[in-house]
Antibody
């Protein structure tokens, strides 16, 4: 069965960096895009962007370029989200999510990781 | 601010029907981009509820139905059940910004 297993919770100080991992299993990793979604405490879902798992080409939503970096290690079917220069406003649960049709403007997200809580506090 | 607007809350008694509307514009829903819906139960990751405007993934009860018209979309829940109490989000593509968006989210409360 399809599974996306994310790394655990992180507590970081402002200015630090964090790298969240997302290991996929149960399907061919390069057959589907990997998306990242943020949910701040008590807030709604924000689409951060997605990465094409064959080419490694990443598309970032407004407000998520520069300090947010998507990457892959296809040899171990794992996607990564790195967040640099963390701020308290980055405190949130971050989800990796498998996508369908993302290259064709009709993306839907069918399998979600369990989420990784990143807390930024001094 | 999301480009897709939803009412903050909707409520209904068990067995009743409710509808959640997702209001967009000519650069997203009105441009015929597909609308998806997700359900997030308290304390859990979201789950795909509807894709391609009105298609249910395997395992989603037929009490849930979706449609798109003009610059809006809706998710209808008939025969409301206690376990339907959750947050619901619409999602589509916006061609003026070139990215995907979630709606602002709607909390469904079963009275």
């Amino acid at each position: 069965q399809v599974q996306l297993v994310q790394s655990g919770s992180e507590l970081k100080k402002p200015g630090a960096s964090v790298k969240v991992s997302c290991k996929a299993s149960g399907y061919t990793f390069t057959d589907h895009a990997m998306n990242w979604v943020r949910q701040a405490p008590g807030q709604g879902l924000e689409w951060m962007g997605w990465i094409h798992t064959e080419t490694g080409n990443a598309t970032y939503a407004q407000g998520f370029s520069g300090l947010f970096v998507f990457s892959l290690d296809t040899s171990v079917s794992t996607a990564y989200l790195e967040i640099r220069n963390l701020k308290p406003a980055d405190t949130a649960v971050y989800y990796c999510v498998r996508g369908h049709g993302c290259s064709f403007k009709k993306c839907y997200l069918d399998y979600w990781g369990q989420g990784s809580l990143v807390t930024v506090s001094s | 601010q999301s480009v897709l607007t939803q009412p903050p809350s909707v409520s209904g008694a068990p067995g009743q029907s409710v509808a959640i509307f997702c209001n967009g514009s000519s650069s997203n829903i009105g441009a015929y981009y597909d609308v998806q819906w997700y359900q997030q139960l308290p304390g859990t990751a979201p789950k795909l509820l509807m894709y391609g405007n009105g298609n249910r993934p395997s395992g989603v009860p037929d009490r849930f139905s979706g449609s798109r018209y003009g610059t809006s979309a809706s998710l209808a829940i008939t025969g409301l059940q206690v376990e339907d109490e959750a947050d619901y989000y619409c999602q589509s593509y916006d061609n003026s910004l070139g990215v995907y968006f979630f709606g602002s989210g709607t909390r469904v409360t079963v009275l």
